[in-house]
């Protein structure tokens, strides 16, 4: 009769500690096809994990958040649970009520950065102008307004600043003999 240990496929814990799902992954030396698995699952609950993630940032508890929306916890449960294609529109109505937050949602192929920083811009622009628009009307809070504008100005500019510290020093030489000629 064998008596040998009869694997079970039961993983004994580790006593490790990751920052990731896929730093675990990683280190753990786990095989191509359930990295393929995690990453599919991954991006088959892209809006649930975020729906998650909002009821946990404002703290509560999938029963608090139950009694918020008025269903049971058990509802909540299977909604964190499912796949983003089984999701409502007005469970994420839900949740963001509840919650009191906000979620973006983008279908479609990805933006480019640049794409990216041109909306920002856009948006950025249509929020200033509606501030100026305040300011105009409310002579109170003109000076506050002005305030903002200043610090606003004074933060995009060390942003810019920063960032373009990070591109490659080649390109300094580069844009020198551009402002030269030009």
């Given at each position: 009769m064998n008596t040998a240990p009869v694997k079970t496929g039961v993983a004994k814990p580790t006593g490790r500690r990751y920052a990731s799902v896929s730093e675990l992954l990683h280190k753990?030396?786990?095989?191509?096809?359930?990295?393929?698995e995690v990453s599919a699952l991954n991006a088959q609950t892209v809006v649930v994990r975020q729906l998650a993630s909002?009821?946990?940032?404002?703290?509560?508890?999938q029963t608090e958040l139950a009694k918020k929306i008025g269903c049971t916890q058990s509802r909540i449960s299977k909604i964190e649970a499912s796949k983003d294609e089984d999701i409502t529109l007005s469970v994420i109505r839900d949740y963001v009520q509840?919650?009191?937050?906000?979620?973006?949602?983008?279908?479609?192929?990805?933006v480019s950065h640049v794409e990216a920083v041109k909306n920002h811009a856009l948006s950025i622009r249509r929020h200033l102008e509606s501030l100026a628009d305040i300011a105009q009307k409310h002579d109170e809070l003109d000076p506050h307004i002005?305030?903002?504008?200043?610090?606003?100005?004074?933060?995009?500019?060390?942003?810019?600043?920063?960032?373009?510290?990070?591109?490659?020093?080649?390109r300094d030489d580069f844009e020198m003999r551009l402002t030269s000629v030009g």
């Open positions: 753990e030396k786990v095989s191509k096809g359930v990295r393929a909002l009821r946990a940032h404002a703290g509560m508890s509840a919650t009191e937050s906000q979620l973006g949602l983008f279908c479609g192929k990805p002005q305030g903002f504008f200043g610090e606003a100005f004074f933060n995009i500019l060390n942003i810019l600043a920063e960032c373009q510290s990070q591109l490659p020093k080649g």
